[in-house]
């Protein structure tokens, strides 16, 4: 079973301040996601990359997939306390049936 | 267009007790699948279906149990209810034509006493 490790697990920064978080594999995948999620909520889909070494942007946050397809990060511009939440990568492929998550980077936004 | 709902919202049981989870999608997607999510322990697959009349195991099936009769609900069941199984429950679907991109329900809260 692959296994995806996220890091940092818990970030506390104030507003205005960048930030990066990392998922982190020794396994190769087919496709990588980001979602975001909210306390009393499911998970909410932010992203997918594909091809190694893309990188996408959604407004502040620039997601990254490395080149080997074995890693990503997420990086956050200028963060706001909107963007507070739980953090997960999730990853399909070296022969899992359906969609290995990481613990999540639990992200606090303080005013 | 509701999405994913699932029901109930919060849920607590004595151990032995049995109750079913229910999901259901008004999306027509085929691939639906249950996750649990524990505190240390990210979200973790149960079972999930590839469309109405199969379904198949997770990384995490033991003391659960589903079926797939249509294409839109997909019911979890617990036959008898242990304190392990005191979890977060989310029924998802997969974007058709996606790389495995899930759209999630707002999830259950489970707690067995």
């Known amino acids: 079973t692959q296994l995806l490790e996220q890091s940092p697990q818990f970030l506390s920064i104030q507003e205005g301040e960048n930030l990066t978080v990392y998922c982190n594999s020794s396994?190769?995948?087919?496709?990588l996601q980001w979602y975001r999620q909210e306390p009393g909520e499911g998970p909410v889909l932010l992203v997918t990359v594909v091809t190694g070494g893309e990188v996408k942007k959604l407004k502040r946050l620039t997601f990254q997939f490395g080149d080997a397809r074995k890693d990503s990060s997420l990086h956050i511009t200028a963060a706001q306390p909107g963007d507070t939440g739980l953090y997960l990568c999730?990853?399909?492929?070296?022969?899992?049936?359906?969609?290995?998550f990481g613990k999540g980077t639990h992200l606090i936004i303080q005013p | 267009n509701a999405g994913v709902t699932q029901t109930p919202k919060f849920q607590v049981l004595k151990t032995g007790q049995s109750m079913t989870l229910q999901c259901a999608q008004d999306m027509n997607h085929e691939y639906m699948s249950w996750y649990r999510q524990d505190p240390g322990m990210g979200l973790r697959l149960i079972h999930y279906?590839?469309?109405?009349?199969?379904?198949d195991q997770g990384e995490v099936p033991n003391g659960y149990n589903v079926s797939r009769s249509t294409t839109e609900d997909f019911p979890l069941r617990l036959l008898s209810a242990a304190p392990s199984q005191t979890s977060v429950y989310f029924c998802?679907?997969?974007?058709?034509?996606?790389?495995?991109?899930?759209?999630f329900g707002p999830g259950t809260r489970l707690t067995v006493t």
């Open positions: 999730a990853a399909q492929g070296g022969g899992a049936d359906g969609l290995t």
């Open positions: 279906s590839v469309g109405a009349g199969i379904t």
């Open positions: 998802a679907t997969e974007l058709p034509g996606a790389s495995y991109e899930q759209y």
């Open positions: 396994s190769v995948f087919s496709s």
